[in-house]
C-alpha cells in the first residue's frame, strides 16, 4: 500500500540518525532524529500502516500532511521538513520542541498567573487565527496539541497535531462527532457546528490556564458531556474570587453555548484584558525602533525594495521582538497595521510623537501605498540593519530581484522588483539605477569587479545610503556590546 505516488523514497535512515523515543500515541510513535552532516535535532512522527485499517484512516494521514504544509511556516506551528514511506510506516519530519508538551507544563505549575496565562493564550488565538484565515478548522484545540519550544518560561508554543481538521467553507455545517471529551463545543454533541467550535475549545483552555481544573468535569465521557451541555461556569472555588473581572469576562464569552453569541476572533483582538496580558501596559519603544523607521524612510524605492527582499531571510531569532511589537500594534488581527492601529500603537508607546510625525512615519515605510503596514514592510523598517549585513542573506535577496540569473539588475527587473511599490516605467527604473550606478553602465551587478572600486555593487548600496548622519552605527555597536533589546 503506497500513500503517496510521487513522494521521493529514500531511506529516513539515510538522512537522519534515528534517536531515542519522545513519546507514544494511538498511530504510533514520535522519535528524536538528527539531520546527517549537520547533526539539526527534528522530531519524526512515525504511524504505522497496520493502524490505517480503511481508506478513511489513510485519508486522514494525507490530509494532516497537506495541512501542515499550508499552514507552515508559522510561528506557532510546527514545520513539516520531509515526509518519508515504507513498506510499514509513513514518517513525518517535524519540529523538534524540546519543551515537551504544554499539558505537561501546566500540570506542573498547577495555575498561570493572569500575565502568562494570557501570552500562551495568545499563541494559541494566533494558531486558530491563521487556521480560519486559511479555511481550515482545527475540532481539536488542547494543551495536549501543543508543544513548547523549550524548558523555560520563555519558550514558544508549537501547534503539533492537526489529525482531525478539516477544510470548511464559510456558512457549511459540519456534523463528524470529533475533538476531545473535557474541549468539546456543545453544538459539536448535536453534530451541527462551524468554525465557532474551536472559539469554545480557546475557552475551555484559558480557564484551565487560570485555575488549573477543567470547567466541565465527570468520571466518564458521558458524564462529561452531560455537563459540557448543562453545567454552570464555577468562579466561586478559588482561585477564581482573585482572578480578575476581565480575565472572567473573556471566559465566559468564550465558553457562551450559543455559537452565534460566542465571542470571536475579532472580539479577542479587540478584549481590553487580552491587549493588556493581564494587566501589562505596552512599554516604550525602544528608541532604535523609531530611528531605524525614519532611516528607512529616507531610502530611495530601490533600496526599500532591496532591504524588503533581504529582511525575508532574517531567522525567528533575530526578528523575535519585532514580531510580538508587530503583533501588538495589530489589534484586529487582520495581518496588517491600519493608520488608526498604527497611531494609537505609538501614542501609546511615545506619547510626545507628534500625529503629524507619526502620519509621515507611516507613509514612508507603507512601500506598496496600500494604506497599511504589512509584516514584511514592518520588519524590513524595524529590522536592525547590521544583521542584514551576512553574504548569504545578500545573495538571496539579489538573486530575487535578478529575475534572469545573469548577474545584474536591468531596468526591467528593477521595475518589476517595484512593483510592491506601485506602477514604475522602465524609464523611472532607469532614472531611479542612475542612484546607486556609480560606474554608469545602466544596471546594478552584485558585488561589482574588485579592481574597479567604481563599479556599481548591490551590497553597497545595502551597507550605504541610509542617510543616518551615522547615527545607525553608534546604535549597531550598542546592539552588539549590551544586547540590551532581542530586536
Not at 497537506?66 to 519530519?93: F, K, M, W
Not at 524588503?308 to 495589530?330: C, N
Not at 509621515?360 to 503596514?373: A, F, K, L, R
Not at 514592510?377 to 548569504?392: G, V
Request: proline share 3%; hydrophobic share 40%; glycine share 8%.
Amino acid at each position: 500500500m503506497s500513500m503517496w505516488k510521487d513522494i521521493v523514497r529514500p531511506a529516513l535512515e539515510d538522512d537522519y540518525e534515528v534517536g531515542h523515543v519522545l513519546g507514544k500515541g494511538t498511530y504510533g510513535t514520535v522519535r528524536l532524529v538528527r539531520k546527517r552532516g549537520s547533526g539539526e535535532p527534528w522530531a519524526c512522527k512515525t504511524i504505522s500502516k497496520n493502524q490505517l485499517v480503511t481508506r478513511h484512516d489513510i485519508e486522514d494521514v494525507r490530509r494532516e500532511v497537506e495541512l501542515l504544509n499550508l499552514l507552515t511556516p508559522h510561528d506557532n506551528i510546527a514545520g513539516v521538513d520531509r515526509v518519508y514511506e515504507d513498506s510499514n510506516s509513513v514518517h513525518i519530519i517535524i519540529d523538534y520542541c524540546e519543551g515537551g508538551e504544554l499539558f505537561d507544563r501546566i500540570t506542573a505549575k498547577g495555575t498561570f498567573s493572569e500575565q502568562e496565562a494570557a501570552s500562551v493564550f495568545l499563541q494559541m488565538v494566533e494558531v486558530v487565527r491563521h487556521c480560519h484565515s486559511m479555511g481550515v478548522v482545527h475540532r481539536d484545540i488542547k494543551p495536549e496539541n501543543f508543544l513548547l519550544t523549550d524548558g523555560s518560561e520563555a519558550g514558544e508554543l508549537k501547534a503539533c497535531d492537526f489529525g482531525l481538521s478539516t477544510y470548511f467553507k464559510t456558512g457549511e455545517v459540519m456534523r463528524d462527532l470529533v475533538g476531545s471529551a473535557y474541549y468539546v463545543a456543545p453544538e459539536v454533541l448535536h453534530r451541527h457546528y462551524g468554525r465557532e467550535c474551536d472559539l469554545w475549545s480557546l475557552g475551555v483552555v484559558l480557564y484551565i490556564l487560570l485555575c488549573g481544573l477543567p470547567p466541565f468535569w465527570g468520571s466518564t465521557e458521558a458524564e462529561i458531556f452531560k455537563s459540557v451541555l448543562e453545567e454552570e461556569l464555577d468562579f466561586q472555588t478559588a482561585p477564581w474570587p482573585a482572578v480578575s473581572e476581565g480575565a472572567k469576562a473573556l471566559v465566559k464569552g468564550l465558553l457562551d453555548r450559543d455559537p452565534g453569541a460566542r465571542l470571536g476572533l475579532a472580539d479577542l483582538a479587540r478584549d481590553p484584558w487580552l491587549r493588556e496580558r493581564g494587566g501589562s501596559r505596552a512599554a516604550p519603544l525602544p528608541p532604535m525602533v523609531i530611528q531605524r523607521m525614519k532611516a528607512f524612510a529616507r531610502m530611495t524605492k530601490l533600496k526599500k525594495a532591496a532591504v524588503l527582499s533581504a529582511a525575508k531571510y532574517l531567522t525567528k531569532d533575530q526578528i523575535q521582538g519585532l514580531r510580538e511589537l508587530f503583533k501588538s500594534f495589530d489589534e484586529n488581527g487582520d495581518g496588517v497595521v491600519s493608520f488608526a492601529e498604527f497611531e494609537r500603537g505609538l501614542a501609546s508607546r511615545e506619547p510626545n510623537m507628534a500625529l503629524l510625525e507619526i502620519r509621515q512615519v507611516m507613509e514612508d515605510v507603507d512601500v506598496d501605498g496600500s494604506g497599511s503596514i504589512d509584516y514584511e514592510e514592518f520588519i524590513a523598517a524595524t529590522a536592525n540593519l547590521s544583521q542584514l549585513e551576512r553574504e548569504e542573506t545578500f545573495i538571496k535577496a539579489f538573486r530575487d530581484m535578478d529575475k534572469n540569473g545573469d548577474g545584474t539588475l536591468t531596468a526591467a527587473e528593477v521595475a518589476e522588483a517595484l512593483d510592491q511599490t506601485g506602477s514604475m516605467t522602465e524609464e523611472e527604473a532607469h532614472n531611479l539605477i542612475a542612484c546607486h550606478d556609480l560606474n554608469r553602465d545602466g544596471v546594478i551587478d552584485y558585488a561589482g569587479n574588485a579592481a574597479r572600486d567604481s563599479s556599481p555593487k548591490f551590497v553597497s548600496m545595502l551597507r550605504a545610503g541610509e542617510d543616518s548622519g551615522g547615527s545607525d552605527r553608534s546604535l549597531r555597536t550598542i546592539h552588539r556590546k549590551h544586547m540590551v533589546y532581542s530586536f
